[in-house]
């Protein structure tokens, strides 16, 4: 059980989000569910700057709803297999070309991980990408991939905004009544923490605590982690809901 999402700023970034939140049985903890994608590798002395820069030349990032073993799975097997193309094109004295080849890699192990592991409803998993490639004038790419039962998930471009798990109705209704295409990331914070704090106080199972990557805001190529305490301090300062809507509402006059 989850809310995950992302929202994009308009100064070149993406902010992805979750709650810390796991349930197994009737046991809670917290765990993880943003990664960086790794897949390290010996580059030979010898190899050329060409290749050198291209080996971690675009930066993946992936954030997992739902049940965390399987996306744990997914997670691991599109490592694994991105490692492979790295490997053998290290190995070979060749850039690494990754530009064109991670979609197909992503979707044939997300769909390899459905029609495995995904039999019930409680196996599904929803999946958030940000693609950040090394150029800072490119900005970052958006996904979306929802593994269902019987299904063949596919990485659907998300332009501005996306939220999945079981939080996911408040999420929606909250980015479509807050979120301003036209905002910096750090107004993103502010707007994601409002969510986050708004999903865990009315949403069952989703969780206080979370966690928030802020990906190349600023055209910066570089990456702001938000932990749980931080997220805490944005959310402790921002204004309830009530305190702010409520006093407003009372007060309109509906006199003719």
């Known amino acids: 059980m989850t809310l995950i999402g992302a929202m994009r700023s308009m100064t070149g970034g993406i902010l992805l989000y979750s709650d810390l939140e796991m349930i197994s049985g009737a046991v809670k903890s917290e765990t993880q569910k943003i990664y960086r994608l790794r897949w390290p590798v010996n580059i030979p002395p010898n190899s050329s700057t060409e290749v050198k820069l ?11 709803s739902n049940n965390s073993a399987i996306f744990a799975k997914a997670r691991i097997e599109i490592e694994q297999e991105i490692g492979h193309l790295v490997k053998h094109a290290i190995t070979n004295g060749e850039p690494v070309e990754l530009e064109h080849g991670y979609v197909p890699i992503i979707e044939s192990c997300l769909q390899r991980t459905a029609q495995t592991y995904i039999k019930t409803p409680s196996d599904e998993i929803g999946c958030i990408l940000v693609v950040q490639f090394p150029l800072v004038t490119h900005a970052p790419i958006l996904y979306y991939a929802n593994c269902a039962v019987g299904g063949s998930p596919l990485l659907q471009p998300i332009e501005f905004y996306v939220n999945d798990g079981i939080g996911y109705m408040l999420g929606n209704y909250l980015s479509r ?9 750090e107004q993103l914070i502010k707007v994601a923490a409002f969510i986050l704090r708004e999903a865990s106080e009315c949403v069952a199972n989703v969780g206080a605590a979370a966690e928030m990557y802020l990906i190349n805001e600023g055209w910066t190529n570089s990456t702001r982690i938000l932990g749980p305490d931080a997220v805490k301090t944005y959310q402790q300062k921002l204004p309830s809901l009530t305190n702010v ?3 407003e509402l009372l ?3 509906f006199a003719p």
């Open 245 to 247: 809507l409520l006093p």
């Open 54 to 64: 291209s080996v971690d030349g675009i930066q993946i990032f992936i954030a997992g």
């Open 177 to 185: 009544r807050l979120y301003n295409q036209n905002m910096s990331g």
């Open 251 to 253: 007060a309109t006059d």
